[in-house]
């Protein structure tokens, strides 16, 4: 992919925003008028399947984690994933919580973290540039990995989400 | 000739173009840069390019496929400046019946959609169908009383000799132009596609080429409603610039209306089309009939 379809898939990155755990307010500033995220064309799609990034800001409950993977596996490839925030990182300050799964990675692979506990606006648009420029230089390859590494994924995802059986529909 | 058979192309571009303006209109009135007026090419290009994961049944991928054959079809009748690619006597009719298949082909592929929302949606949309085709099709039944001819070039000759027919017919062209509006699925009548309340409505569960294909749609359908009405009632245009000119002021000034305006409830939408349009169309009908007999 390159030329014209490369540079439209820079261009017009619609986004899901999943804000269950926090950050959901700094998010607020980026696509209204204070910051205007929709003059490099990141608008919110209304639903997954129209997206193509999909953003994870704050803690996963391991509620909200099945939630995230079934949201994720419904985006039409090729789809990217920002983790926003130190919780999804390591945990962030709930670390050692009994509801919570630390690392994001583990069960969705993360093509961008934005760090902070909230990160400012500003940085949540320099995340999205440096998405811009890893889908420029093909480096943005996560739904890739996912595709080959679904095995490991999966065993992530059963481990910290006990029988698929229940809430998975159906494998990728 | 050839450009007649690229015309509808060309129209579905411009048409992308109009909704990248209206962004960019929607973007200044709420005090943002807003995106650039390019920007649907970009849209429906990456939108082209990716994968589809959803599979619903063989009509699911039937539906816009449909939509966007019928929105071709209908716009190779649509005078641009000049001769169509179809032209004959009782073009306007057919006209006006291939305009409807497209809304019934996103019907029947949303409503294999199984999400409850695009079902929802689609209800929405053919409900409000319901009560926009009748105030506009009465609107331009004075036309075709008055002129003996149901050929558009003939009605567009026949206003550059008479005057237009938005100054022989203002009654019905008020109606028209009301109907006009929820045909753009502008702001006081977008219940079909309220992203808010049903997340974008019949479209939900389409992406990737799906979703460009009736993006592509709407971008026709524009140009096909407002370019309908230019044709009737404001003397459609001498040349494809003149035709891109009027379907745009036309456009940005009902785009101006919609921006200020909130959303009605579907029902209170249907209950507005069936007493104001059509009761201003009925009206207007009337003075022409009685207008007429000479």
């Not at chain 2, 938005?166 to 062209?173: H, Q, T």
């Given at each position: 992919?390159?030329?014209?379809?490369?540079?439209?898939?820079?261009?017009?990155?619609?986004?899901?925003?999943?804000?269950?755990?926090?950050?959901?307010?700094?998010?607020?500033?980026?696509?209204?008028?204070?910051?205007d995220a929709e003059r490099f064309g990141i608008i919110t799609s209304a639903t997954p399947r129209q997206s193509d990034?999909?953003?994870?800001?704050?803690?996963?409950?391991?509620?909200?984690?099945?939630?995230?993977?079934?949201?994720?596996?419904?985006?039409?490839?090729?789809?990217?994933?920002?983790?926003?925030g130190a919780c999804t990182i390591n945990g962030g300050i709930y670390w050692d919580s009994y509801s919570t799964a630390d690392k994001l990675e583990l069960y969705i692979p993360v093509d961008v973290y934005i760090a902070g506990c909230m990160p400012r606006p500003e940085s949540i648009f320099m995340g999205f540039a440096h998405l811009m420029a890893m889908i420029k230089g093909d480096k943005a390859d996560g739904w890739k990995r996912y595709h080959e590494n679904y095995k490991w994924y999966k065993k992530n995802q059963d481990k910290a989400l006990g029988n698929s059986k229940k809430w998975r529909v159906r494998d990728v | 000739m050839t450009?007649?058979?690229?015309?509808?192309?060309?129209?579905?571009?411009?048409?992308?173009?109009?909704?990248?303006?209206?962004?960019?209109?929607h973007a200044r009135i709420q005090k943002r840069y807003g995106p650039p007026f390019y920007q649907n090419i970009y849209d429906v290009i990456k939108l082209f390019s990716k994968r589809?994961?959803?599979f619903h049944g063989g009509m699911f991928h039937f539906g816009p496929v449909l939509s966007l054959t019928g929105?071709?079809?209908?716009?190779?009748?649509?005078?641009?400046?000049?001769?169509?690619?179809?032209?004959?006597?009782?073009?306007?009719?057919v006209l006006l019946y291939l305009a409807v298949i497209a809304p019934w082909g996103m019907a029947l592929g949303a409503g294999n959609a199984e999400n409850p929302l695009a079902s929802v949606g689609i209800a929405r949309a053919l409900t409000l169908m319901l009560g926009y085709e009748i105030p506009f099709f009465i609107g331009i039944i004075p036309i075709v009383v008055r002129t003996h001819t149901t050929q558009i070039v003939e009605i567009i000759q026949l206003q550059q000799i008479n005057g237009w027919n938005?100054?022989?017919?203002?009654?019905?062209?008020l109606a028209s132009i009301i109907a006009l509006h929820?045909?753009?699925?502008n702001k006081p009548f977008d219940q079909p596609i309220a992203p808010h309340e049903i997340a974008s409505g019949p479209l939900v569960e389409y992406g990737g080429k799906y979703l460009g294909i009736l993006q592509l749609y709407q971008a026709g359908a524009i140009l096909l409603?407002?370019?309908?009405?230019?044709?009737?009632?404001?003397?459609?245009?001498?040349?494809?610039?003149?035709?891109?000119?009027?379907?745009?002021?036309?456009?940005?000034?009902?785009?101006?209306?919609?921006?200020?305006?909130?959303?009605?409830?579907?029902?209170?939408?249907?209950?507005?089309?069936?007493?104001?349009?059509?009761?201003?169309?009925?009206?207007?009908l009337l003075v022409a009939v009685l207008g007429g007999v000479r």
């Open positions: 992919m390159s030329g014209i379809g490369k540079t439209s898939r820079i261009k017009s990155l619609w986004v899901t925003y999943y804000v269950t755990g926090c950050g959901g307010i700094e998010l607020l500033p980026v696509i209204t008028s204070r910051f990034v999909l953003v994870v800001s704050g803690f996963l409950t391991t509620k909200t984690l099945r939630r995230i993977i079934r949201t994720y596996e419904q985006m039409p490839d090729p789809k990217y994933v920002v983790a926003l | 450009w007649a058979i690229l015309m509808p192309f060309i129209l579905m571009f411009a048409g992308l173009l109009y909704m990248g303006f209206a962004r960019k209109i589809e994961a959803a929105i071709i079809m209908a716009l190779m009748f649509l005078p641009v400046g000049g001769k169509p690619l179809f032209s004959f006597q009782g073009d306007l009719f938005v100054i022989l017919f203002p009654i019905s062209a929820a045909m753009l699925g409603s407002t370019g309908i009405y230019v044709d009737l009632f404001f003397g459609g245009a001498s040349n494809v610039w003149m035709f891109f000119l009027k379907t745009f002021l036309i456009y940005f000034v009902l785009l101006l209306i919609g921006e200020v305006l909130p959303r009605f409830r579907i029902g209170d939408a249907l209950k507005f089309f069936w007493k104001w349009p059509l009761g201003i169309a009925l009206l207007g």
